[in-house]
């Protein structure tokens, strides 16, 4: 038994605690991502449902326009969802599984996976910090160039 005590006392001499430097998605900045996807989808006549989730695909901040469908507030979540969780933008992954229909099964990886334009994740500098979904225009390359918008006004 002292043996191997003292083994382990050996061992722990070695580990040193570890610090990561990570920038974060703060709740002001996600409200702000919310407010201006909403307000260029409305300058173009859509109604829509804007969510923002952190890094770890968390909801941050959602708000639905009053004339937004309610599916609509799923399918935000979900796009950012799939936009934080996989680093690229939801339309990218739903054009690779048009072209490869063999890569079909990324869609059931997880529940909250939706490959559907109108995701993309959100950066600081070349950090990932989150994701943005909006879930409504007539189109997922509308509900992209809002989330674009979104994401140039607040954080460019």
């Given at each position: 038994m002292k043996k191997y005590l003292a083994l382990l006392a050996l061992a722990s001499l070695g580990v040193q605690a570890q610090t990561v430097?990570?920038?974060?998605?703060?709740?002001?900045?996600?409200?702000?991502?919310?407010?201006?996807?909403?307000?260029?989808?409305?300058?173009?006549?859509?109604?829509?449902?804007?969510?923002?989730?952190?890094?770890?695909?968390?909801?941050?901040?959602?708000?639905?326009?009053?004339?937004?469908?309610?599916?609509?507030?799923?399918?935000?979540?979900?796009?950012?969802?799939?936009?934080?969780?996989?680093?690229?933008?939801?339309?990218?992954?739903?054009?690779?599984?048009?072209?490869?229909?063999?890569?079909?099964g990324l869609r059931d990886m997880h529940p909250d996976i939706l490959m559907l334009g109108g995701g993309l994740p959100v950066r600081v500098g070349e950090q990932l910090v989150g994701g943005i979904g909006i879930g409504g225009a007539p189109g997922g390359h509308l509900d992209q160039a809002c989330a674009e918008a979104a994401i140039e006004a607040v954080l460019k």
């Open positions: 430097n990570t920038a974060v998605l703060g709740t002001d900045t996600a409200q702000q991502l919310v407010t201006e996807g909403l307000k260029h989808c409305a300058k173009d006549g859509y109604h829509v449902t804007v969510a923002v989730v952190d890094r770890s695909g968390v909801l941050k901040a959602l708000a639905r326009d009053e004339l937004a469908g309610p599916h609509t507030i799923e399918s935000a979540r979900k796009k950012a969802y799939t936009a934080a969780s996989l680093g690229k933008s939801t339309a990218e992954y739903a054009n690779l599984i048009a072209e490869k229909p063999g890569l079909a």
